[in-house]
């Protein structure tokens, strides 16, 4: 039997178990035009199981594969693999940022547009002159051994060259771009031998470009032509802006685009977040400064509309804030409730109310007109130098916004939302209107029906028919690999603590319960213990309960380190890992929890306390409702509103956390749940046990708290992991 012909793309010897049937299906999948779900444990080379035979199918079909995920982490990975590819079997390969992460001039996106536009023209009027003086001076030549014919061409090429003049004396006062004049006017061949002799990451074109007085970012999307592979961020495929000229710069059609998705249980939220739109109080009021400085006839119904809109929702926010609210609004964005089940909501009622005029739609209208108007006289203003730098119109974008707002704002997964927050500067509380995408596959399915086929990748994309669901995928292929390794080498326990519901985590018994449990799995543990909770402020509780203070808690737990939401997590695991007995208090929210590898030594046991549910914000139960009308046909135990919203993702996160450790075929460690609610007893609609995969819950075994330490020392004196003497019960 003939080896599958995308092994060449395999740079290491042999696959993990499992990995050589997985690249065999995956293969089989693309070949027959199917996007495909593939969950894989953590460690067991999904990656590979899904880039190798992508590019094989590219190769054999003049396609291009698009890598992508959302964890800074696995980019790093990604590269890494690249290169071993390109060791094995060359490729093209191309690694992208956006814009803002290598521009050295440090513009945003409309300037760096108006600059790139300006110094081209700029360079293409100057060589066309060199191009006339050549032919002029060819013409006088000819015309001096008497050519008539010439001497009359001449003339005209004359004229054309005083044209040419008066452009350039025009281009003194343009703002221009000096960097990428020189990648236009310099021959830039090396680079792209350079950028191909291997797999170069972002930060190395930049500094290449730097050394040289070169754009990196210009001349590395002249270089994404044709490539075979790109790696990416998620938000060059969600946006539907960006991705369109993302593909043109590949110049490929979508339907020449295979997309690999990492980290896939997360493009759920990512692509929410990429729908949703937004409009500030403080945009408003620029819109309305920028309409009272123009003199067109339109601006009188734009600021009739957008005033009455902006008085609305301050009426919205003002009315929501009850008393004593204001004053203890913070800097950051808090959210007031204005949506209502009988009626359109509250911001939308006001509006109305305050709007006077000659209708809402016709004026919104005018307005858009008037917006595009000034965006293209700001776009002048500065390419032609009269401005130092590129105004954004604010009137296009808060017409737009209201326009859509009134047009969208009742539509099936659209959830209007009203927040505030305090400015720093003046003190002052303002607002933000928002339409809060709460169905993501109004994004995903466009993207997933118009590039040739995707493949997404997890460790915990299960149960496949949701994802489905929840992404808009229609013709799928599934797989799903449990951990390949020898069972032995790992325990995953289920310990009946007191369940950590919101009203019990105050408990003084619930807090000295989880408190013990944790002593008993730190100190038991040969090396590093990682332990999750639902929350920064759990995180702490127990990390100060247990005696951590950044330093030593105590000749038996070792050194405590504490995780919060403004910490340096990469310099935080760098401390953990170089340590050989130590614990690490986290988040199972922040992003240790997925996408970081703790092998070996590293982590040999991992914690997760509690059910880890999202917070229970009107946000959240709007997406309980969109899934819920959405979905109602769907046959599960459960309400789909609460399983697809709730349930599902709150497992993924814990699955995922588990996932951290024992991550190779040699590797072995403990995994722990704590919590009630992961064990077998009956806790009702509140038991989570049933919503892990099947082979999942057939591991997990129920261990009474105070006989843990038992379970521990008996499944690591099996691995002898302890050094000397084990500690004692």
Request: proline residues 5%; contains cysteine.
């Amino acid at each position: 039997m003939s080896e599958s012909p995308h092994l060449r793309f395999f740079p290491y010897e042999e696959p993990y178990p499992n990995q050589r049937e997985a690249m065999d299906r995956v293969a089989n999948a693309l070949s027959r035009g199917q996007d495909v779900l593939f969950e894989g444990a953590p460690g067991t080379g999904k990656t590979l199981s899904a880039l190798v035979p992508a590019l094989e199918h590219a190769r054999e079909n003049d396609r291009t594969v698009v890598i992508t995920t959302n964890v800074h982490q696995q980019m790093r990975q990604f590269v890494e693999d690249a290169r071993a590819i390109t060791r094995t079997e060359p490729i093209r390969a191309v690694v992208f940022k956006g814009k803002s992460s290598m521009c050295h001039i440090g513009v945003d996106y409309q300037e760096c547009q108006t600059l790139r536009d300006a110094t081209r023209s700029m360079v293409e009027t100057e060589s066309e002159k060199l191009e006339l003086e050549q032919r002029q001076r060819e013409l006088l030549s000819e015309s001096r051994e008497g050519d008539a014919g010439a001497a009359e061409a001449r003339e005209a090429v004359m004229d054309e060259l005083d044209d040419l003049e008066e452009e350039l004396d025009e281009f003194e006062a343009t703002n221009v771009c000096e960097r990428y004049r020189n990648n236009l006017t310099q021959d830039t061949d090396g680079f792209f031998e350079w950028l191909f002799d291997d797999v170069r990451t972002p930060e190395d074109v930049y500094d290449y470009a730097e050394e040289r007085d070169l754009c990196g970012y210009e001349l590395l999307k002249e270089g994404m032509e044709g490539v075979d592979l790109v790696v990416c961020n998620y938000h060059h495929l969600l946006d539907p802006n960006i991705r369109e000229q993302f593909f043109r710069w590949i110049d490929r059609d979508p339907s020449e685009i295979v997309t690999v998705f990492d980290e896939a249980h997360n493009v759920e939220d990512a692509a929410r977040e990429h729908a949703s739109r937004s409009l500030t109080e403080n945009t408003l009021d620029a819109a309305l400064e920028e309409l009272s400085d123009s003199d067109d006839s339109r601006s009188e119904p734009a600021e009739n509309v957008l005033s009455a809109f902006r008085d609305a929702l301050v009426d919205a926010y003002d009315g929501a804030l009850g008393f004593g609210s204001r004053e203890s609004v913070g800097e950051g964005w808090e959210d007031v409730p204005v949506a209502n089940d009988d009626r359109r909501d509250d911001l939308t009622l006001a509006f109305l109310d305050r709007y006077q005029g000659r209708g809402i739609d016709p004026e919104l209208e005018l307005a858009i007109q008037l917006g595009k108007a000034m965006d293209e006289e700001y776009e002048r203003a500065y390419r032609e130098g009269e401005a130092t730098s590129r105004a954004e119109c604010r009137t296009l974008q808060a017409a737009r916004f209201v326009s859509t707002w009134m047009e969208e704002g009742t539509a099936l997964g659209q959830y209007p939302v009203v927040s505030v927050r305090r400015d720093g500067g003046t003190d002052e509380v303002y607002g933000r209107a928002e339409l809060y995408t709460c169905i993501p596959r109004s994004v995903t399915s466009a993207l997933f029906e118009e590039v040739a086929a995707s493949v997404l990748m997890s460790a915990t994309l299960r149960p496949f028919d949701v994802t489905e669901d929840v992404l808009g995928l229609e013709d799928v292929a599934t797989l799903a690999y449990g951990m390949g390794y020898p069972t032995e080498n790992r325990r995953t326990f289920a310990v009946d603590t007191p369940p950590l519901f919101a009203s019990e985590r105050n408990d003084p018994e619930t807090q000295g319960a989880v408190a013990e449990l944790l002593r008993d799995a730190i100190r038991f543990t040969p090396g590093n213990t990682l332990v999750f909770f639902p929350s920064y402020g759990e995180a702490e509780r127990y990390y100060e309960r247990l005696g951590g203070d950044g330093g030593l808690a105590g000749a038996d737990l070792g050194s405590l380190s504490l995780d919060g939401s403004g910490e340096d997590e990469e310099e935080l695991r760098r401390r953990f890992v170089s340590s050989d007995d130590a614990a690490l208090f986290t988040s199972l929210w922040g992003t240790l929890a997925e996408g970081v590898s703790f092998d070996g030594d590293d982590a040999r046991t991992v914690v997760v306390v509690g059910v880890p549910y999202p917070h229970l914000s009107d946000r959240m139960e709007a997406v309980q409702d969109a899934y819920e009308r959405a979905f109602a046909d769907r046959d599960r135990a459960r309400d789909p509103g609460w399983a697809y919203a709730v349930e599902i993702p709150t497992v993924r996160k814990t699955r995922q956390a588990l996932g951290r450790v024992v991550r190779g075929p040699e590797d072995f460690g403990v995994r722990i749940l704590a919590d009630r609610r992961y064990t077998t007893a009956d806790m009702g609609k509140y038991s989570v046990r049933g919503a892990f995969p099947p082979e999942e819950r057939e591991e997990l075994l129920d261990v009474d708290p105070g006989k843990l330490k038992f379970a521990m020392l008996n499944f690591y004196g099996d691995h002898d992991a302890y050094e000397g003497s084990p500690p004692r019960p």
